[in-house]
């Protein structure tokens, strides 16, 4: 889950704004957010967050709340706190301390909230003003409510023991706000996952999971059966059909094109095979557990790259393998998605050493910056695909002119630009799983996100920087953003290692 007040952009930030200035423009643009319309939403889903568990339910001083785990806030902040925190999981809220001078912001903070929200005062006549805004009144010197310390560990067992459990802003500030999350999933009680031999082959009784691993695995093949096709015959026979001609005839058009198509597809075709990977990969590791932002994180990215199979639209050409492919798979990513994970499975490891978790957190920011940055590439990827079709690397390395091919063969561009269209939805497809999986997937022990990220990256990268070395297409600014990205990745991967793949014993609360 990412934490806009968290270790690697609370570093940039603070360095720009300061410490606190840094929190408090976090704090702001989150509770902006969701200030907005179907802002809340959004975050929501942003952020992959399940609702508390019923065992953290209870009162403070008599209002129920639904989660005994909440924050201290002064009021200078009450007011973004209110917005934002309740979204992080946040049961309640308290402002403390409230003067008579406070009155004013209290009483805006406090429009509209969608929490319970308290005040500490020992003025009689503040408390009574207040009343009408807030759900009850603190004592300074009353007990029900304690105040945490960085980390899970501690507020863990505050609650397991029937306790409530005050974030302070020192923990807000140390932790992020992402420590209301990390709490209640460790407050979750969970249970055995199932694994593949539990699943059994009726159809009917497959769980949700059990689908998204058959889309990735669907998604190898078919990258896979691509890949075989275009260092073959390159053309089947609705290609040569489209064409009117074959190879050969490719080959007098322009002695260069053949390798240019089969660059294009295997660089496709391996976006394929780790579009797969991240599928297969969110299925067992994440939705099989329980986790909702691994249902989020497939979601988003099939809902990118599903569509994209009507870009034929624009070009005229509907490949019959892919739209095979598209129409048998697309039913089964429904299945996988249509329903949040319930049962949580997840296993949880205790707080790690410092260091290795603001390593791990760097390389965390780096996948993220990866995983935004190849969406931006495929979504310009796309547009050009839509458009020019060809850049001007493109026409360098193939010797001619978009006029001179769309001369020698009518449906050639058009062609084309369907492969290239199509990469840039593939791409943007990855990237979303990407970077849902590095944003919200970030815990200790998770070794399987650091062995997806790696598989799919090795898989994503490699192969086009070998077809484009065969085919003689050496541009350095054309492979640029794979330089880049590759080694975004192997140093993301390498910083986060040590924590991602911990092999220390899990702590698992089973029910």
């Not at 505050?158 to 500030?173: C, E, K, S």
């Not at 420590?179 to 694994?195: D, H, K, L």
């Not at 590791?285 to 790259?305: D, Q």
Request: some cysteine; proline content about 8%; hydrophobic content about 50%.
């Amino acid at each position: 889950m990412p934490d806009w007040t968290y270790h690697p952009l609370r570093g940039i930030t603070a360095a720009v704004l300061g410490v606190r200035r840094s929190r408090r423009a976090a704090l702001h643009a989150l509770a902006t957010l969701i200030s907005l319309p179907g802002g809340r939403r959004a975050v929501s889903l942003a952020f992959g967050h399940r609702p508390a568990p019923p065992d953290l339910a209870g009162t403070v001083v008599g209002v129920p709340v639904a989660s005994r785990l909440g924050a201290i806030v002064p009021p200078a902040v009450a007011r973004d706190a209110i917005r934002a925190l309740p979204t992080q999981g946040a049961g309640f809220i308290v402002i403390a301390p409230v003067t008579p001078a406070d009155l004013p912001l209290v009483r805006e903070a406090t429009a509209g909230r969608r929490c319970p929200v308290f005040v500490r005062s020992t003025d009689p006549e503040t408390a009574a003003a207040l009343a009408p805004h807030i759900d009850g009144v603190l004592l300074e010197d009353a007990r029900l409510v304690s105040v945490s310390a960085p980390g899970t560990a501690a507020a863990l067992a505050r609650l397991q023991d029937g306790g409530t459990v005050l974030a302070t802003p020192a923990v807000l500030v140390t932790e992020g706000p992402g420590w209301f999350q990390r709490v209640t999933e460790a407050a979750t009680p969970t249970y055995p996952a199932t694994g593949l031999r539990a699943v059994g082959w009726d159809p009917r009784r497959w769980p949700a999971w059990w689908w998204g691993f058959c889309v990735g695995a669907g998604m190898i093949g078919g990258g896979l059966g691509a890949a075989l096709i275009t260092l073959g015959p390159v053309l089947l026979w609705y290609d040569r059909d489209f064409l009117g001609t074959d190879l050969d005839g490719l080959h007098h058009i322009n002695h260069h094109l053949v390798h240019f198509l089969q660059h294009d597809r295997i660089t496709i075709a391996a976006t394929m095979v780790a579009i797969g990977v991240l599928y297969v990969g969110l299925a067992v590791g994440g939705i099989r557990r329980g986790w909702p932002w691994a249902r989020n994180a497939y979601l988003v990215s099939g809902y990118i790259g599903f569509p994209t199979l009507f870009y034929f639209l624009d070009f005229g050409f509907l490949e019959p393998l892919h739209t095979a492919v598209a129409v048998v798979l697309f039913p089964m990513f429904v299945l996988a998605t249509r329903r949040s994970p319930d049962r949580p499975r997840w296993t949880l490891q205790p707080d790690g050493p410092e260091p290795q978790r603001l390593r791990a957190h760097l390389g965390q920011l780096l996948m993220i910056i990866t995983g935004v940055g190849l969406f931006i590439g495929g979504a310009v990827v796309s547009v050009v695909g839509l458009t020019h079709v060809f850049v001007p690397s493109d026409l360098v390395f193939l010797q001619t002119t978009s006029e001179e091919l769309q001369a020698a063969n009518v449906h050639l561009v058009p062609f084309i630009a369907h492969d290239r269209a199509g990469f840039g939805g593939a791409l943007m497809a990855a990237a979303a799983a990407i970077t849902g999986l590095s944003a919200w997937g970030w815990r200790r022990g998770e070794a399987w996100i650091w062995w997806t990220l790696a598989l799919a990256a090795l898989i994503g990268f490699l192969p086009p920087i070998i077809i484009h070395a065969h085919a003689g297409y050496t541009d350095f600014w054309h492979l640029a953003p794979v330089y880049f990205g590759s080694l975004l990745t192997i140093l993301a991967l390498a910083l986060a290692r040590p924590y991602l793949c911990n092999k220390m014993a899990s702590t698992n609360r089973s029910s």
